[in-house]
């Protein structure tokens, strides 16, 4: 930023920590060790960060190279502030265990508004036939 | 000091209060080597990773010396004096009577273990693989002469762990997370974590900051040369001579070291740093001295734990200099353009920039300082290559493969007669728009660049009328509408969007010509917009041609407001009150109009033309008022001048209708008057 300003570059986010949303939903946080010009990432590190509700847990990854269209937003974390959240870690168990129990009860859900449109003569597409972005 | 002689006495007194039961017993022992070896070789054999083969050997073996007495088995034990501290201990002391006792003064106690790595290889400081978990468990903990465990926790997860998740232990799958107990550690125990590492590399070489796989423990390893005074290295698993090949799991990189790294680190033997130094072990006690040096590097190494983290972190600089000024070198080709006008990001952030330091300036009243423009090296851009190479004389093309392309088929030559190819004329009439919109843009551009030379000008007039002249219009022609072309282009929202863009750039003769032709097909193009409501897209230009318009111009077009259409009883007229656009077009015209007449140009009328006038003012007046209220658009924008009008020719309550249908703001007392 500072020898081309006006411009963005992750060239000094390079060897920090971050935070990255993936574009299928996924949080990873890891260290970022290399990029190139399409913004691929390579994280190092790497944790699969699930949250569901204020709980949150962690899947160790290893190294993952992302390709750079796959990515929403990233961000450094400040290793100082890490640690202070309000939320509150589990185990992957815990957390997965969560996660589907979540996803069930959205199934739950949907599956009634969709019986309750189709009760009423009205017809909502279905997701996967949309364009998921 | 009296604290420290103290201990030292108390030191002295255990090592040589001890010497005295040796002395004793060690003739009257003799045939105790014979006994503990098959206990030792068991203790051995058990503990060696592929330790079947190695049982029988390191039972004869051991039994050989026995013969050379006690002092070699005295060796033995002092070898195998260092610490364990796990299961197998237990099992060891049974047999022993006397435990402690290896006829050594020296030897405080004996406890049958295996050879440590340090006592194979003097080069090793700390061989400590893995032994923080076990030290959990444990109150006994030794602080430098480390134990080797025979057995690894299962999760020997060595990767640095920067995250500090205690989960990340838990790294070679779920069932690691089932035993707590074995999980790590102090969360930022850095230098004892990466010594974990490191220990394997130790002998090898002290520079070696990167196992990149997360190794599992690494098979003992003794060098064929090392000599304990020993029987065997042998009934161990030697490693080759070899010194360089890594030990199997262990992806070692013997590449260059990171420069952050401090080599000194490697050999702290300060590793854990939840030693706990006051416990007395039954292991190995350390001489008092040594104990108090190796806790003052503890404390060293916790207080500067916080700046450690940050400042050694071994995978730094996996992206070389050389490969980030690269990327900066593409992303500055990137960003090279000739024209910053059209860069929405480039724009925005100078003028923040600008006005921040305006604001500065203002309130610190400092010099005014230049905003850091964006250099971009002049990086030539690649030559676009061509596609196609021809030869002179030669038959056909020749295949030219490049790294940018790197197979390139042969290059169908585009032809452009693919418009009237397609047969159907909303496609002809999309695609006409699409090419004179790429015209209209570069019109633009021209007009952006302010100063503007003649010939400049010129250019930009001669691309706007090729434009127009593209757009074939035909004002005012009875053909069917399905065929003129240039209404079938306003059918289609961009169409309107590439005609509204295009008035200003045009004559006023040749925009006149636009406004004509769109007011005599009002209805169908009303009819038309239906869907789309873009025609109010064509408000704005047309007010303004409207605007510069004669009064005999004006009357032009308003006559084909009133015209009557063969297919339908309504006039355009009131076709055009019930439509946003068309009101707004008969509310400027007319309001254009009465400007004129109420202004005290000479209007230079043609005969014929106030009549018209009138008629079209009453014809107006009359379907507004005939027109049902709830039928009645409301317009782009209204007039103020219109009533006005009305109060001219007509009476007032006529005048007090038509406001209350219009909606329009009370007159001023003056032309109430009037009327």
């Known amino acids: 930023m500072n020898y081309m300003p006006g411009t963005a570059s992750l060239i000094q986010d390079i060897d920090k920590k971050h935070l990255v949303l993936l574009r299928d939903g996924r949080t990873l946080i890891g260290y970022l060790r290399s990029i ?61 265990e969560e996660q589907r129990v979540e996803q069930q009860a959205k199934q739950e859900s949907e599956k009634l508004k969709v019986q309750a449109l189709k009760e009423r003569g009205l017809c909502v597409p279905r997701a996967d036939t949309l364009d998921e972005y | 000091m009296a604290e420290e002689d103290e201990e030292l006495d108390l030191y002295n007194e255990m090592t040589f209060g001890i010497e005295q039961d040796c002395t004793e017993e060690d003739t009257s022992k003799p045939p105790m080597p014979p006994e503990m070896s098959p206990e030792l070789a068991k203790a051995v054999a058990e503990e060696t990773e592929a330790g079947e083969d190695l049982g029988p050997e390191a039972a004869e073996e051991l039994e050989e010396p026995q013969e050379e007495g006690a002092m070699e088995m005295e060796q033995l034990g002092s070898e195998l004096e260092e610490e364990l501290g796990t299961e197998d201990q237990e099992e060891d002391q049974e047999p022993c009577e006397e435990p402690n006792d290896l006829g050594d003064p020296a030897v405080m106690r004996a406890v049958q273990s295996k050879p440590t790595l340090e006592s ?9 693989i893995g032994a923080c978990w076990a030290d959990f468990g444990k109150e006994d903990v030794d602080k430098a002469i480390v134990q080797v465990l025979e057995r690894p926790p299962p999760s020997t997860s060595v990767a640095l762990d920067f995250l500090g998740s205690p989960v990340q232990r838990g790294y070679r799958g779920s069932p690691r997370l089932k035993r707590p107990d074995i999980r790590l550690v102090p969360p930022k125990s850095f230098p004892q974590r990466f010594l974990r590492q490191q220990s394997p590399l130790v002998p090898r070489s002290p520079c070696s900051p990167r196992p990149f796989a997360p190794p599992r423990r690494p098979p003992l390893l003794f060098t064929s040369n090392q000599t304990t005074g020993y029987a065997s290295p042998t009934r161990f698993q030697p490693m080759p001579p070899n010194i360089s090949r890594p030990p199997r799991p262990l992806a070692m990189h013997f590449g260059p070291m990171s420069p952050s790294l401090d080599p000194a680190l490697f050999f702290s033997p300060s590793a854990s740093g939840q030693l706990n130094l006051s416990v007395p072990s039954h292991l190995t006690q350390l001489h008092p001295q040594h104990q108090r040096i190796l806790t003052q590097r503890q404390q060293q190494s916790i207080s500067s734990k916080k700046l450690w983290s940050p400042k050694v972190d071994p995978y730094a600089g996996l992206m070389t200099s050389k490969e980030k000024d690269w990327v900066i070198k593409v992303e500055m080709i990137q960003l090279q353009s000739e024209n910053t006008d059209d860069d929405y990001y480039y724009q925005t952030y100078y003028h923040r920039l600008e006005h921040k330091q305006a604001e500065e300036e ?314």
Not at chain 2, 121 to 128: E, K
Not at chain 2, 590 to 612: A, I, N, T, Y
């Open chain 2, 120 to 128: 194979q290889d003097s080069a090793v400081l700390d061989s400590r």
């Open chain 2, 362 to 675: 203002l309130l610190g009243g400092r010099n005014k300082q230049e905003p850091p423009k964006l250099v971009t090296p002049f990086i030539q851009k690649v030559e676009t290559y061509n596609s196609v190479v021809r030869i002179a004389g030669s038959l056909g093309q020749v295949a030219v493969s490049t790294c940018y392309s790197p197979r390139r088929a042969i290059d169908a030559v585009h032809h452009a007669l693919v418009e009237e190819a397609t047969g159907s004329h909303r496609l002809r009439a999309l695609h006409k728009i699409e090419k004179l919109f790429l015209q209209l843009l570069e019109v633009e551009e021209m007009q952006r660049k302010m100063s503007l030379a003649a010939e400049e000008q010129e250019q930009k007039s001669q691309d706007a009328e090729r434009i127009y002249q593209a757009l074939k219009i035909r004002a005012c022609s009875s053909e069917e509408e399905a065929e003129d072309e240039f209404l079938q282009l306003l059918c289609v929202q961009k169409g309107k969007k590439l005609t509204a863009r295009l008035l200003p750039h045009l004559s006023p003769e040749q925009a006149e010509k636009i406004l004509l032709t769109i007011t005599h097909h009002l209805p169908f193009l009303m009819k038309k917009d239906v869907l789309d409501e873009s025609l109010p897209l064509l408000y704005s230009p047309l007010n303004k041609v409207v605007g510069r318009m004669t009064f005999s111009k004006l009357i032009e077009v308003l006559q084909e407001m009133s015209r009557p259409l063969p297919e339908s009883p309504e006039l355009p007229v009131t076709m055009a009150l019930k439509n946003q656009f068309g009101i707004s077009l008969l509310y400027s015209l007319l309001s254009h109009g009465e400007r004129l007449l109420s202004s005290d140009m000479p209007l230079e009328p043609r005969s014929g033309d106030f009549e018209m006038w009138t008629d079209t003012v009453f014809l107006v007046a009359r379907e507004l008022s005939q027109v049902p209220k709830a039928s009645l658009v409301e317009p782009l924008f209204l007039p103020s001048n219109l009533l006005s009008l009305f109060c001219r020719y007509l009476d007032k309550q006529t005048v007090v209708h038509l406001e209350a249908k219009m909606e329009c703001s009370p007159l001023p007392s003056e032309a109430a008057m009037l009327c």
């Open chain 1, 36 to 96: 190139d010009q399409f913004a691929n990432l390579v994280l190092h590190q790497t944790v699969e960060r699930i949250h569901v509700g204020k709980k949150y847990g962690d899947i160790p990854r290893g190294i993952f190279v992302v390709r750079g269209e796959n990515v929403v937003l990233l961000g450094e974390i400040d290793l100082e502030k890490e640690s202070d959240t309000p939320l509150q870690q589990v185990s992957i168990e815990e957390i997965l």
